[in-house]
């Protein structure tokens, strides 16, 4: 049943993306106002279309939201692969299960540890004992002086 729901979502999220499909819903909406007229803008014509749009919306939520997670679990699982066989530091594998404080002061860090190597130092890292906060947002980071960085081999 899991594996059903999940094609099923796959190809939902993929036609619900599609313009044509985002014109069809166009086209309803027009159609709906151009009966107004014909029903007297009725409490039943306006709920014709309050209550279509909602159920869509309600079941939209859970179809889009599997397909999103998957994607993003895939994605993770491509990046963590990428930074196990690359020169990128493996203590940022599983960072993706830290809280948004832990996140945002592990970002602010990173993007620190980029400002001070420049763009032609990418893979460099320093000596430092230090920069083991950069993993473990947790701790602070001591400030290395620029002299102690090595291209990581």
């Known amino acids: 049943m899991r594996h059903v729901f999940a094609h099923f979502a796959t190809k939902i999220s993929e036609w619900a993306g599609k313009p044509v499909t985002f014109i069809l819903a166009l086209i309803a909406v027009i159609i709906w106002a151009a009966l107004g007229p014909v029903f007297d803008y009725s409490e039943t014509w306006q709920l014709v279309i309050n209550t279509g749009t909602t159920i ?8 889009l ?4 997670t998957r994607d993003t679990r895939a994605i993770q ?11 990128a530091e493996n203590r940022f594998i599983g960072i993706e299960n830290l809280d948004e404080e832990d996140l945002k002061h592990l970002d602010l860090l990173v993007a620190k540890a980029a400002k001070g190597r420049g763009e032609t130092e990418v893979c ?3 000596d430092e004992p ?7 947002p947790e701790k602070k980071k ?12």
Do not use: W, Y
């Open 77 to 87: 699982a491509k990046l963590n692969e990428i930074i196990l066989t690359s020169h």
């Open 65 to 68: 939201q599997n397909a999103q």
């Open 130 to 136: 230090g920069d083991a906060s950069i993993g473990k």
């Open 56 to 63: 869509i919306t309600f079941l939209m939520v859970f179809v």
């Open 142 to 153: 001591r400030a290395a002086p620029a002299t102690t960085s090595r291209k990581r081999k």
């Open 124 to 126: 460099e890292i320093s």
